[in-house]
């Protein structure tokens, strides 16, 4: 007993010599802190008012508890949007992953086989591009393409696959196509930049062993490359697999309509609707505690899994 | 060694070059459709049909009138103002982070990672966001454009991954001449990891000038809105009455109304385009250090 307050004691003595030595690093880092603490950790505080009936005049300690109420009034009496917001989030994703998350990998695969080293960059320069535009822009830009006299209605008419315009971005049925693609389309290049760096870390002696073991280039991309980009494959699809209830609320929002919510409203984008455009903010906060809590155990589920197939944490 | 190639290899040679030319075209196309069609004449462009090759009857009248929108200046004056103090912002703080997140000696380190690695995986969310940066009066200051993300998590690992690999040797020989921690951080480290730097000043101020996400939700005066606002109200919410009072016919408006939207797109991109070239083989390195944590 003794010696635990002791080497207590001497742990905070130990502290105090460090925080001391340490001054003017701890000083740089005050501000960091201080930051995560305002803009991080209050609202996490602040997640108390899904149990509250907040009003903004009483304040969030001022306001009555009102245990689950919020969370039954979203799952009971709005049951109908639950499972649509649900639905949509998590079809989003599973579109992006199955189609998404394949698509670099291919790119870096192909892109690999390119020996002409000036076409090779022209093309990931070229590839990297969409990335930088913004989403207002790219939304934008499928706005028009998508719209009934827009370019992709007159190249399908033109080509005699249609006879009649579609009118896309009100057709409900579109709208995950659409919203999956652009996004493909905007990161493939971006995202398959690891893919290639991983790549060009294999050993050289690999491709030619396999060469005088007969492998012809497909081969060679099947047993070597592949095998060797593996690890990386894996640890970013638990990364992706851990942020799978996040859908970007930017792109859905400027995306959709009243006319398309059945399949493109998504829990960001209700949450938004609910809480700041009609000021039911402990509803809110109701709503989007929940997808918080979903998006953790998937976080907490990936990294298990991580660590059992990678030897990589996050923690 | 060279083996020759069989027939099978030469015709996937042909099919891959071909067939990745034509992906990245379908990239690059887009964006040159906008800006051909930006620079057309606004009735045969509406009668027109089909991808165009280059601007039909070259004209700039779309981007007259654009440019004489004065929301479009003021959206262009808050972006830069928003992009410049804020990157400066993000960069003072995510080096400073970095640098004293990457010391070996430091007792409290480990306990900050994990409070700050730990907000990555669980927030508060975006209504008690708002509740926050609401009773701290930022609503409508530029300040909700520039605080809420003064630093961004990821950025900071990689800033953080960055400094470790600078020596140790040469912190231990500059503190044997003399030198404090701030000394240090500005006089060797910074230098070292300029490259570095440079990946985030990009990330950091493509961020700023893409930024959406907080002036929807914090903002409300139209003499604060940056830039991706105006585009939204020009693209989306089709509100280009303003720029168009001076034509009368019903559909010469709609016509420019349509060539306004790409001459907008043109303006509010271009900048960003012409410098991501040049800063490519940085940010390939950002990438890549950012996906590997410890």
């Known amino acids: 007993m003794a010696r ?183 990161q493939l290049g971006w995202n398959s930049i690891i893919y290639l760096a991983a790549i060009s870390n294999i050993d050289p002696q690999l491709y030619e062993a396999a060469l005088i073991d007969g492998a012809g280039r497909f081969k060679q991309a099947i047993y070597v490359t592949l095998p060797g980009i593996l690890p990386t494959i894996v640890i970013l699809f638990i990364l992706r697999m851990g942020s799978i209830m996040n859908v970007g609320f930017e792109k859905v929002y400027l995306m959709y309509n009243p006319l398309t919510y059945e399949t493109a409203d998504v829990i960001s984008t209700y949450v938004y609707r609910k809480g700041l455009l009609e000021m039911d903010y402990s509803y809110g906060a109701a709503v989007g505690l929940f997808n918080s809590l979903i998006n953790f155990m998937f976080v907490v589920m990936a990294n298990q899994l991580s660590k059992k197939f990678t030897e990589t944490s996050l923690w | ?120 995986y669980f927030s508060g969310g975006m209504i008690p966001t708002y509740l926050l940066v609401q009773s701290l009066g930022m609503i409508d200051t530029i300040w909700a454009m520039i605080i809420p993300g003064a630093i961004s998590t990821t950025n900071l690992i990689i800033m953080r991954t960055g400094f470790h690999s600078v020596p140790d040797s040469l912190e231990e020989s500059a503190r044997i001449d003399g030198a404090g921690d701030w000394t240090i951080l500005f006089r060797i480290m910074i230098p070292l990891a300029m490259p570095m730097i440079a990946v985030m000043i990009l990330f950091y101020a493509v961020g700023h000038w893409n930024a959406f996400f907080n002036a929807i939700i914090y903002l409300r005066s139209r003499d604060l809105y940056p830039l991706q606002l105006v585009l939204r109200e020009i693209l989306i919410m089709n509100s280009t009455e303003n720029m168009t009072t001076g034509i009368s016919d019903a559909s010469d408006r709609f016509a420019i109304t349509e060539l306004i939207k790409y001459a907008a797109i043109i303006v509010a991109t271009v900048p960003i385009l012409c410098i991501y070239p040049f800063l490519q083989k940085y940010f390939v390195k950002g990438v890549m250090i950012g996906a590997i944590k410890e």
């Not at chain 1, 009936?53 to 919020?70: Q, R």
């Not at chain 1, 698509?103 to 591009?129: C, D, G, H, W």
């Not at chain 2, 067939?19 to 009668?47: D, E, R």
């Not at chain 2, 928003?82 to 993000?90: K, M, Q």
């Open chain 1, 4 to 186: 635990q307050i002791n080497s207590k004691k001497q742990g905070q003595s130990e502290l105090l010599r460090d925080l001391k030595r340490n001054k003017n690093l701890y000083l740089m880092l005050l501000p960091i802190v201080a930051y995560y603490f305002i803009f991080h950790y209050i609202p996490m505080y602040g997640v108390q008012i899904a149990f509250k009936d907040f009003t903004p005049a009483k304040g969030i300690l001022g306001s009555p508890w009102v245990g689950l109420e919020k969370f039954r009034e979203f799952f009971v009496y709005d049951s109908y949007y639950v499972w649509r917001i649900i639905r949509n989030t998590i079809l989003l994703n599973v579109y992006d992953i199955i189609f998404g998350f394949p698509a670099p990998i291919i790119f870096a695969l192909l892109l690999n086989e390119i020996k002409n080293s000036v076409y090779k960059r022209t093309l990931q320069t070229i590839s990297y591009m969409p990335h930088f535009i913004s989403t207002v822009v790219i939304v934008g830009i499928i706005l028009d393409f998508f719209s009934r006299d827009g370019l992709i209605n007159q190249i399908l008419k033109s080509l005699g696959i249609l006879s009649e315009p579609i009118s896309f971005m009100t057709e409900p049925g579109w709208f995950r196509p659409i919203y999956v693609g652009s996004g493909i389309w905007q």
């Open chain 2, 1 to 120: 060694m060279k083996i020759k190639k069989g027939v099978s290899e030469i015709i996937f040679d042909i099919f891959n070059y071909i067939f990745l030319g034509l992906l990245c075209f379908t990239f690059l196309y887009p964006m040159l459709y906008v800006l051909f069609a930006s620079f057309s004449n606004p009735i045969k462009l509406m009668a027109y049909r089909g991808p165009l090759l280059k601007p039909l009857d070259f004209s700039v009248e779309a981007y007259k009138l654009l440019l004489s929108y004065p929301m479009i200046w003021i959206g262009y004056r808050n972006t830069i103002i928003y992009v410049v103090l804020g990157t400066a912002i993000n960069i003072l703080l995510t080096t400073m982070g970095g640098y004293v997140l990457s010391r070996r000696n430091l007792k409290l380190k480990n306990p900050i990672m994990f409070f700050i690695a730990f907000t990555m």
